[in-house]
């Protein structure tokens, strides 16, 4: 049987965030795929308690989402890749520019500790615009000098989004100056918050003032967010190639690669900000009842990727690491106003995620009693195999993955088969396998494609070949530039994106569900191509015992095409890897002095060294996970926000436009400058990423109709 399924389009769906935001475009799902999205989709439910003395409800349970693919800059959850456990809730900050609640520290013209105000306290109105400040930079008479923006040009003009998720409900808001959330689309839900502006951790003062959430639904239950995620405050700069030690700005040269990490550094004053509120309570207004919800607190480093740029016009590379060092509050246990509770326990420390714990068990005991238990199996990824990682290199190349959860019954003495759960691993070629996390061989969206890079001049890069030995040709091409073509390099591997991805599930009445995926197709400048990720083609469904006397299975097809034949993936844009930066200098203020080597005296400027911009850099590994859980329940949006992150960061990084200044003028002023002509410059300097700046459009790409033609799986 064929039917065909139209998904929401138009100029209305388009605006921004509006209709995914909030649910009003629900997870139209058939079987266990999302239509609109074409992802693999599957809910195990541990609990769906009611309760019958007041409004309250609650619902456990394990999700799984495969996107749009595994992409290499995906973190796992600690239940595993592309799973999520459904429980509590979270409001997860999505950075733009400075903190909303940020208080501004104040701070002399050479205080490098100072930090400017954030959107809620900053004096000057976003509405007109930034100072024209901002596009300037100061310079000095000595080198190497290290500078701030001043706390008045710096201050932020833009809000940043905060994502919410409880109960099953996701959404997205942003904050206004009047002490309330206002919600992107239509709801009757209402948000506001409390504000400490002298919190401590550790110690030392966090720097943001947002200290509790609470939203009310339209029933009138109150959802109270008071547990705190921090995420500290790195100093960021030029390094080794080991990234051991900050060094001093180098000279750049022709055909080097330069490198750039982020470390923990006691010059950052009040080094904390809150990125995520954890819900703690769920109450009802009418009765008083309510649920409580506890956490215990994760101290998490982690390695958290590394960005390449290159700098076309004078030909140099620079590698930038990105860590992560947070403290994240991992759930324990929901207590229920009529004495159920649920207790989620935690087994081995993840080898992929430093700091963090895999969760082993989750219990659900009513008044003392244990009423079930749910054991969950994991194991890691290790390119094309299950297994745990032993050598340095295997734990590289480790992703936690869920391989089997069991169900024991009533006094934990009823124990039922488990699901299994399977997964894409490649195949016996050396480049097809699960790709380590943050690996560097990826397609321009952001999706693992094997062997597919290519150097500047075309050559080969090994799959095997680290990212720390690569040279400034294959770095370049990394960032999609090659020789032959001034456009970015367009290079898919038709299938490499479903590794990682669930291939089967068995179920303990040893029924299987399988998923097929097929390469993802675009149009691109009016052609049809392959574009990033993969899609659900069919689903495989059996009874296991083969009751209806044949062992064919039933199938469903999902064909993702218009009625022309043309793939129906709408929103996919041209890739954009690069960005044009313009500089202006000028020195300032010429003199002359006289030496005895110089008795004739010669010409220098007081005013002729840029200043180094002095770079922070705050990563929330699990904060963003949970963001993009937050925002996949409600549409496929599952990377969005790491790649936003990313792009602020390209914006804000030494490798934007700090390091462009100091490239065109230090050759310059090495030679020095001479009294004779106009000393002013005027320079324009291509950037080229390895990711695709394009990718910060908040709307995924999605697919407007899909036929479904089922299977009836009878015998022939």
């Known amino acids: 049987m064929k039917q065909y399924y ?15 935001v909030l649910g009003i475009i629900k997870n139209n799902s058939f079987g ?29 349970a394990l999700n799984y989402n495969s996107g749009d693919g595994l992409k290499v800059n995906d973190v796992a959850s600690n ?48 509405s007109k615009g930034c100072l024209n400040a901002i596009t300037k930079y100061p310079i000095y008479g000595e080198k190497n000098r290290i500078y701030k923006q001043h706390n008045i040009v710096a201050e932020d003009r833009e809000q940043d989004y905060f994502s919410f998720q409880f109960n099953g409900r996701s959404g997205i808001f942003v904050l206004d100056k009047g002490g309330s959330g206002v919600l992107l689309g239509d709801s009757k839900i209402r948000i506001s918050f409390t504000k400490d502006p002298n919190m401590t951790y550790a110690r030392k003062r966090i720097r943001t003032s947002i200290t509790s959430f609470s939203i009310t639904d339209e029933n009138g239950l109150i959802y109270k967010f008071t547990e705190h995620a921090l995420t500290k405050i790195l100093k960021s700069g030029y390094c080794d190639a080991n990234k051991t030690a900050l060094l001093k700005q180098p000279k750049f040269k022709k055909g080097k690669v330069y490198y750039e990490t982020s470390l923990d550094n006691d010059e950052i004053v009040d080094p904390y900000i809150i990125n995520g509120w954890y819900l703690t309570e769920i109450q ?23 960005d390449i740029s ?29 004495s159920h509770i649920a207790d989620f326990n935690y087994g081995s420390a993840r080898i992929d995620l430093n700091g963090d714990l895999a969760l082993a068990s989750i219990n659900l005991r009513y008044q003392g009693r244990y009423l079930s238990k749910y054991q969950l199996k994991t194991s890691y990824f290790i390119l094309n195999r299950y297994g745990t990682p032993s050598s340095p290199y295997e734990k590289k190349c480790a992703r936690l993955c869920l391989l089997s959860v069991k169900k024991t019954g009533v006094d934990l003495k009823a124990e039922e088969l488990p699901y299994l759960f399977d997964y894409y691993l490649g195949s016996n070629s050396s480049d097809d396998f699960v790709p380590p996390p943050f690996f560097h061989l990826k397609d321009i969206w952001g999706y693992y494609n094997g062997s597919s890079n290519k150097s500047y001049s075309n050559g080969n890069i090994s799959v095997t070949t680290p990212l720390s030995q690569l040279d400034n040709n294959q770095l370049t091409g990394l960032c999609f530039l090659n020789q032959a073509s001034n456009n970015p390099v367009i290079n898919p591997k038709a299938g490499y994106a479903k590794n990682g991805l669930l291939k089967q599930i068995i179920y303990p009445t040893s029924g299987t569900l399988s998923y097929d ?32 006397g044949c062992d064919n299975p039933m199938i469903t097809q999902y064909n993702y095409v218009l009625a022309s034949g043309q793939s129906s993936r709408w929103g996919v844009e041209a890739p954009k890897n690069s960005l044009v930066m313009y500089n202006h200098y000028k020195p300032e203020y010429k003199y002359y002095k006289w030496s005895v080597l110089h008795p004739l005296g010669n010409c220098s400027y007081h005013f002729q060294y840029p200043g180094i911009l002095s770079y922070e850099s705050a990563i929330n590994l699990t904060g963003l996970q949970q963001a993009m859980v937050a925002l996949s329940n409600v549409i496929s949006a599952a990377s969005v926000v790491l790649e936003v992150i990313d792009i602020i960061s390209y914006a804000s990084a030494i490798t934007g436009p700090g390091a462009v200044i100091i490239d065109v003028i230090g050759n310059l002023i090495d030679i020095g400058l001479s009294c004779i002509g106009n000393k002013s410059q005027d320079n324009t300097v291509s950037v080229y990423y390895n990711s695709d700046l394009n990718s910060v459009n908040p709307l995924p790409a999605q697919f407007e109709r899909v036929e479904v033609i089922q299977g009836t799986g009878r015998c022939r």
């Open 79 to 126: 239940v595993g890749q592309g799973w999520n456990i459904v429980a509590g809730g979270v409001i997860t900050r999505m950075q733009v520019g400075e903190p909303d609640d940020q208080i501004q520290k104040d701070g002399t013209v050479s205080d490098i500790t100072k930090y400017p105000a954030g959107y809620l306290s900053a004096t000057n109105d976003a």
């Open 284 to 306: 009802d207004g009418l009765t008083n009842r309510s649920i409580t919800i506890n956490y215990t607190p994760r101290n998490i480093n982690s390695a958290a990727g590394t």
């Open 517 to 548: 995926y097929l390469q993802n197709k675009g149009m691109l400048s009016g052609v049809s191509a392959d574009v990033g990720g993969v899609h659900v083609s069919a689903t495989r469904l059996t009874d296991g015992g083969y009751s209806n």
């Open 310 to 338: 290159y700098y076309r016009e004078n030909n140099y590379t620079i590698l930038s690491y990105k860590t992560s060092v947070t403290v994240t509050p991992a759930i324990t246990a929901i207590t229920y106003p009529d």
């Open 6 to 20: 139209y998904c929401l389009k138009g100029p209305f769906f388009q605006f921004l965030l509006l209709f995914f």
């Open 32 to 60: 266990q795929v999302n239509l609109q999205s074409g992802s693999a989709t599957f809910s195990l439910p541990i609990l769906n308690w009611q309760d019958d003395k007041s409004r309250l409800s609650s619902i456990v």
